[in-house]
């Protein structure tokens, strides 16, 4: 069946550090990818997605690309903040109504 | 603030009580889902409604029930909670049943029972 598999936490980094959050799929046909984060105290927001093959999502110096040969979507960041702290979740989906999510990564950047 | 609001946000609760957790929407969407997550595991779809009214099995349905009587809410029912079911609980909507640009996520419900 379908699911996501991230890199397990926590990540912690100093301010200004890149920042790579690993994930791969597995699914059959041609899924839609997402990333989505969690603030603290707060719901889950998309954060950027990508629907086909090379296609790269991007939102707040966040980066993503869809890659079917590896059938893997890293989330990167070339400069962490402070604000960036928070969870991040990778998800996947097919039909749009079904989401499969990764276990989430925790990330904390320090001053 | 527009979005999802869940209620409570924190619960214990003793091993046979009975609960309800409540989802409130304010989007006018159609689509709501709870979902659960535990350590080590992504969120897992409980249940879900594709209109009032209606409610549909997720993933995970044992030991929960839930109702839509009024679009904008979306409640979660443990009759008889068990420690398994200890976890944080979270509420989702959406406008279409194809949620390409996402949900809409509450803040979740953290539940323990002893």
């Known amino acids: 069946g379908d699911s996501v598999t991230q890199m397990e936490g926590p990540v912690t980094l100093s301010e200004e550090a890149f920042l790579t959050i690993n994930c791969t799929y597995t699914?059959?046909?041609?899924?839609?990818l997402f990333w989505y984060v969690q603030y603290p105290g707060e719901g889950l927001q998309l954060l950027l997605k990508a629907t086909k093959a090379d296609d790269k999502g991007s939102n707040k110096g966040f980066e993503a690309t869809y890659r079917k040969e590896t059938t893997s979507f890293h989330l990167e960041k070339g400069s962490v903040q402070v604000s960036d702290s928070a969870v991040y979740f990778c998800a996947l989906s097919r039909t749009g109504n079904q989401f499969y999510f990764g276990t989430g990564t925790s990330l904390t950047v320090i001053p | 603030n527009a979005g999802v609001t869940q209620t409570p946000k924190f619960r214990v609760l003793k091993t046979g009580q009975s609960m309800t957790l409540l989802c409130a929407q304010d989007m006018n969407h159609e689509y709501m889902y709870w979902y659960r997550q535990d350590p080590g595991m992504g969120l897992r779809l409980i249940h879900y409604s594709v209109g009032e009214g209606t409610t549909a099995k997720g993933e995970v349905p044992d030991g929960y029930n839930v109702s839509r009587l009024k679009k904008q809410n979306f409640l979660l029912g443990l009759e008889s909670a068990a420690p398994s079911q200890t976890s944080v609980y979270f509420c989702?909507?959406?406008?279409?049943?194809?949620?390409?640009?996402?949900?809409?996520f509450g803040s979740g419900t953290r539940l323990t029972v002893v």
């Open positions: 989702a909507s959406s406008f279409g049943g194809q949620a390409w640009d996402g949900y809409t």
């Open positions: 699914a059959t046909g041609y899924p839609s």
